[in-house]
């Protein structure tokens, strides 16, 4: 009987564990570090906001974006289904199949959306991780209906790896520890070189390499009456040369929207490392390459002049370039005002990703120079991919437990 542990119940997680214990004469333990959330999820086009503000649901994480900034939350989703407790749950592009992740069209299109499919000729219907127009996560999709050779532990943090020599024998956790014949971790891609840094594990480049999609928020305040809560808060997006510009409909505040500028190609690396107590810090080098800051700038001067095109006119009222309502008329036209604005006041769309990327580990997964010790994460992309990476992460994870082995 082959014994595996998967740490993280995230998108990769969730994955792995579910095809590793389909085989035959294999017991899983999948170890997650919060809740198992069994609520009926709520009414479309209310699925995203509140979750992004539930405390429950959101992993406590501090990042430095840019040196010489102090530490600021970062958004990660917390319990089984990761981020996907949380997230947008969009595919952009093609769907290549190789997952079982259930999509839809979206079922309408709010006035941000429509707007935006009339403006831009690169502008296409995102597809939703839904059914019945309701939010699935990964956790529904593959779990749901996993054998029983399946145990789930969830509000259990996993404290370090125990190794014997080079080879993983399992792990401790806060009730206490527990043997395997291997270990999968899918941590995401800042807690799982934390981990494994925390668990002694040396190879060149481990945390690493670290990147995100930079992105700048215009809030918009729609025009009266154009608002509609019921439909997807996301539901399409243009994808440019560099680039996304993504319309969100809903809001906190009421007869507010957005449009999200975010960059899906992106040059400049950050790093994970623990400090001397075994602490992790997170340093994302956000915008630190020039190619970085200039296509954002572009990127958010485009999306200013499609929101001042005509599909736009009847949907939106004010523009504001920050949360303390600047109005989007103090940097039209002033290009070099614009950047430093861009630059200065970015956040990002929480997709890292590559901090465990290929060095560290095999083309199957494995991490190099050890045995029984595999990751299936985020980490080990070659980067932010140039897409919505929730996709992305599933089918990597899909394709390498198929060589997962214990010898």
Same mark, same amino acid.
């Given at each position: 009987m082959a014994r595996w542990v998967v740490v993280g119940g995230g998108a990769a997680g969730c994955v792995v564990a579910a095809r590793l214990a389909a085989r035959p004469e294999t017991e899983v333990l999948l170890i997650e570090s919060g809740h198992r959330f069994d609520?009926?999820?709520?009414?479309?086009?209310t699925d995203l906001g509140p979750y992004l503000t539930d405390p429950t649901r959101i992993l406590p994480t501090e990042v430095v974006r840019r040196p010489g900034r102090p530490p600021e939350p970062y958004l990660q989703g917390h319990g089984l289904g990761g981020s996907s407790l949380v997230n947008g749950s969009i595919v952009t592009g093609v769907d290549p199949g190789g997952h079982a992740l259930p999509l839809e069209e979206p079922w309408a299109h709010g006035p941000l959306s429509t707007a935006l499919l009339a403006a831009d000729p690169l502008a296409r219907p995102v597809r939703l991780v839904r059914r019945n127009r309701r939010r699935v996560t990964v956790s529904d999709a593959y779990l749901d209906d996993a054998p029983p050779s399946l145990t789930v532990v969830v509000d259990e943090p996993v404290r370090r790896i125990r190794m014997h020599g080079r080879r993983a024998v399992g792990v401790e956790f806060a009730g206490g520890t527990c043997d395997a014949d291997?270990?999968?971790?899918?941590a995401g891609a800042l807690r799982t070189p934390a981990l494994l840094l925390q668990s002694g594990i040396s190879v060149p480049g481990l945390g690493e390499h670290l990147q995100d999609h930079p992105a700048?928020?215009?809030t918009v305040r729609l025009a009266d009456g154009v608002a509609e809560p019921t439909v997807p808060t996301i539901s399409a997006a243009a994808t440019h040369d560099g680039y996304q510009v993504l319309p969100v409909e !809903? #809001?906190?505040?009421?007869?507010?929207?957005?449009?999200?500028?975010?960059l899906t190609r992106v040059f400049s690396q950050g790093r994970v490392t623990v400090d001397a107590a075994g602490t992790p810090v997170v340093e994302l080098g956000q915008l630190a390459d020039e190619r970085d800051r200039v296509a954002l700038a572009v990127g958010v001067e485009a999306a200013i002049a499609l929101l001042s095109s005509s599909p736009f006119a009847a949907t939106v009222e004010r523009v504001f370039v920050d949360a303390a309502g600047t109005g989007v008329e !103090? #940097?039209?036209?002033?290009?070099?005002?614009?950047r430093d604005w861009v630059v200065e006041r970015a956040g990002g769309h929480y997709h890292v990703a590559g901090s465990c990327r290929d060095g560290v580990v095999t083309d199957a997964g494995r991490v190099r120079g050890y045995e029984g010790l595999f990751v299936?994460?985020?980490s080990v992309l070659p980067g932010v991919p140039p897409v919505d990476p929730y996709l992305e992460v599933v089918r990597q994870a899909e394709r390498l437990v198929t060589d997962f082995s214990v010898i």
């Open positions: 609520a009926e999820p709520p009414a479309p086009g291997a270990v999968v971790v899918c700048f928020t215009l !809903h #809001l906190t505040a009421p007869g507010y929207g957005a449009v999200m500028v975010g !103090h #940097l039209v036209g002033r290009p070099e005002r614009l299936a994460d985020a």
